[in-house]
């Protein structure tokens, strides 16, 4: 079983559509949550980090479970702009920083006119 | 400022071959990190320097690898001898010492062993 699952997707949607990404991690002892987005053979970028609270960044908002080993990420308003893989990743580590990250194998998202 | 760079960005190799890859963090970074993401894969932890110590080199998949960080500064991987369920990307990334730090990728290096 792998560390972090994802669905792979393709999610297709038409630009302003709302779409919803889900993740759940096996390891228990994970501290630190986020979402990192990659572009098409291009390195992974930060997207935004994930708090148990939930949180939000413009469009984009996410959700920790720590009881179900479970993230989530929103997607409002939908650009073109947005298409990507987007990477659901854990670290054992509580100190913020990205040592030993463990990633998702990532869901592609093609948004379409 | 420059981000995290590179080289070679792609690299195609026979089996048996030695590829040394090479990372040059940003300056003033601290850790350095290797991933790679294999065919099919999710991207996986190599290992982590920090300065020229190796910190965390847990992932490495056996001894054809080797990395170093001389001084400090660059990195580089070497893979010797490459083997075809080597190829992939090479990912590595930097981020400063502290707390709360982003992590920055590279673009990768791109390796096919043939």
């Known amino acids: 079983r792998k560390e972090v699952e994802q669905d792979p997707g393709p999610f297709n949607v038409p630009e302003g559509a709302t779409v919803a990404f889900n993740c759940t991690y096996s390891?228990?002892?994970?501290?630190?949550f986020f979402w990192y987005r990659q572009d098409c053979r291009k390195e992974p970028k930060l997207l935004m980090s994930?708090?148990?609270s939930g949180n939000e960044d413009g469009r984009f908002t996410a959700q920790l479970n720590r009881a179900s080993q479970y993230i989530s990420l929103l997607i409002r308003d939908s650009k073109l702009s947005d298409s990507a893989t987007y990477l659901c990743v854990v670290s054992p580590l509580n100190t913020g920083t990205a040592s030993k990250l463990t990633f998702g194998t990532g869901t592609r998202l093609q948004v379409t006119l | 400022e420059a981000g995290v760079t590179q080289f070679p960005s792609h690299s195609v190799i026979e089996k048996g071959q030695t590829v040394t890859l090479r990372c040059d963090p940003i300056?003033?970074?601290?850790?350095l990190y290797w991933y790679r993401r294999v065919m099919g894969k999710e991207i996986k932890f190599l290992l982590h320097f920090v300065k020229e110590s190796k910190q965390d080199e847990s992932g490495m998949p056996n001894n054809r690898f080797l990395a170093e960080r001389t001084g400090g500064t660059y990195s580089t991987l070497k893979v010797q001898p490459a083997e075809l369920e080597d190829s992939g990307v090479y990912f590595c990334a930097s981020s400063p010492r502290g707390i709360g730090n982003t992590i920055y990728f590279g673009e990768g290096s791109w390796l096919t062993v043939v």
């Open positions: 300056s003033g970074h601290d850790n």
């Open positions: 994930v708090y148990s």
């Open positions: 390891n228990s002892a994970s501290q630190s």
